[in-house]
């Protein structure tokens, strides 16, 4: 059986996210505009390339893993044995539905998106739909 890989976003990871920028934009400023004499002259384009391939690097992990999801306290993506995926804001699904290994979910404009989940595991079936349910819940009670 495949796995899906959970990602939330915020918390800790968030904190890293930010420290990661920071220390790209630090590179891209000191590379760019020459703020320290290296001994090596090209030094500076090496930190500037630097700087645009660490956020580079940190955000492609959403292209690691063929099952895929990653949400927030607003919405979620989810990528199910696709290169592109779907992406959902909590307060639009009006219900979900797991029949068998298809994770139905209906939307509150009628429409409605099945995902086929024959080949992954059972406990992360049942984790996806508890993320989205659990998360559907809280945010159609703060309306």
């Not at 790209?24 to 390339?49: E, H, P, Q, R």
């Not at 994770?103 to 099945?114: A, C, E, M, P, V």
């Amino acid at each position: 059986m495949k796995r899906i890989h959970f990602d939330e976003v915020g918390g800790y990871w968030k904190v890293v996210g930010i420290s990661i920028l920071a220390i790209a934009f630090a590179c891209i400023l000191v590379g760019a505009f020459g703020m320290i004499d290296f001994a090596n002259s090209k030094m500076n384009a090496y930190l500037t390339v630097v700087g645009f391939l660490i956020p580079t690097i940190y955000h492609s992990k959403i292209f690691w893993y063929k099952n895929y999801v990653q949400w927030n306290k607003r919405g979620i993506f989810i990528r199910n044995k696709s290169f592109l995926g779907k992406s959902l804001k909590f307060d639009e699904i009006k219900k979900t539905e797991l029949v068998g290994k298809n994770l139905t979910i209906f939307k509150s404009d009628g429409n409605k998106l099945t995902f086929d989940l024959k080949e992954i595991s059972e406990s992360d079936t049942q984790k996806l739909n508890e993320i989205i349910v659990k998360n559907t819940i809280s945010n159609n009670v703060l309306e």
